[in-house]
């Protein structure tokens, strides 16, 4: 993976930032405001066969593709991860992210367990993944009401599928739990930060310490 570098003029390999939780959770929510916050991350926009929701733009929230684009893009080797997830197909799309990485960008991502395990699996050492947590069942039914914006069947069938996506928590990095969307993220965005400057991915130390005791040694 190339390197960029950090905001201390230090080269970094950039990292892949990985949110997942049950659906309602909060993943969205707070990856509009890491996006907004956090200079040099980029969204990975994943390609979709689900309908659009009120208010999605294509090619901002999702690309909206159809299965048979889906498949092809499957075919083509052009995902970097894929999933089913609620009866429909989900995937990264792989040049943008390797284009952002290389870029010296950390990237973002808002997708499943499935899709952690995959990325795991390529790139362990460079994927930082969080697992986001509702406070209660209660509050997840009504976050997925207030969002407004699936039927109510389709709520029940995310509501069913809860505790099987919570059930991968374990697998994550870190775990934050979303009672109040200020509080958690800030947990996010610290953990982002401490992970960039973490001394394994921060692959300009070497040199900038012998240039410092170069200069000690006069
Ligand atoms: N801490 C919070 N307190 C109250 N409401 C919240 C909180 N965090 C998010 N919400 C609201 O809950 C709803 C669901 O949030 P969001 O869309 O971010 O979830 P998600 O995890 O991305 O869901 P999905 O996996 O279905 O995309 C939204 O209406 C959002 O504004
Ligand atoms: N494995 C992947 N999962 C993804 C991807 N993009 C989104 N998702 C996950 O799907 C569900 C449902 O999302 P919604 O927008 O329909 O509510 C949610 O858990 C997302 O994290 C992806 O590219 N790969």
């Keep these: 993976m190339t390197t ?6 230090v080269e970094r390999r950039g990292l892949m930032f990985v ?5 309602g959770a909060g993943k969205t929510t707070l990856s509009r405001m890491l996006i907004d916050r956090m200079p040099g991350l980029r969204m990975s926009v994943s390609a979709t066969t689900r309908a659009m929701r009120p208010g999605e733009v294509d090619g901002r929230d999702y690309l909206f593709v159809d299965k048979a684009k889906f498949d092809a893009m499957v075919k083509g080797d052009e995902l970097l991860e894929w999933a089913t997830v609620f009866d429909n197909s989900y995937g990264t799309p792989r040049a943008p992210v390797e ?7 950390d990237v973002l ?16 050492a460079d994927v930082v993944s969080v697992f986001i947590l509702p406070p209660s069942a209660g509050d997840l039914e ?25 059930s991968h928590w ?3 990095d870190y775990i ?4 109040n969307v200020d509080d958690a993220f800030a947990e ?21 310490v012998r240039g410092l005791q170069g200069q000690l040694q006069g």
């Design 4 to 9: 960029g570098h950090g905001t201390d003029g």
């Design 19 to 23: 949110l997942s939780s049950p659906s």
């Design 99 to 105: 284009t952002a990485l290389s870029a010296g960008q």
């Design 109 to 124: 991502f808002d997708i499943d367990w499935q899709g952690t395990q995959q990325l795991r699996e390529k790139a362990r």
């Design 142 to 166: 009504k976050r997925l009401h207030s969002r407004a914006q699936d039927s109510d069947e389709v709520i029940r069938k995310r509501m069913s599928r809860a505790s099987h996506e919570m």
């Design 170 to 172: 374990a697998e994550y």
């Design 176 to 179: 934050v739990i979303n009672h």
């Design 188 to 208: 996010v965005q610290s953990i982002l930060k401490a992970e960039r400057l973490k001394r394994e991915r921060r692959t300009g130390l070497v040199s900038f």
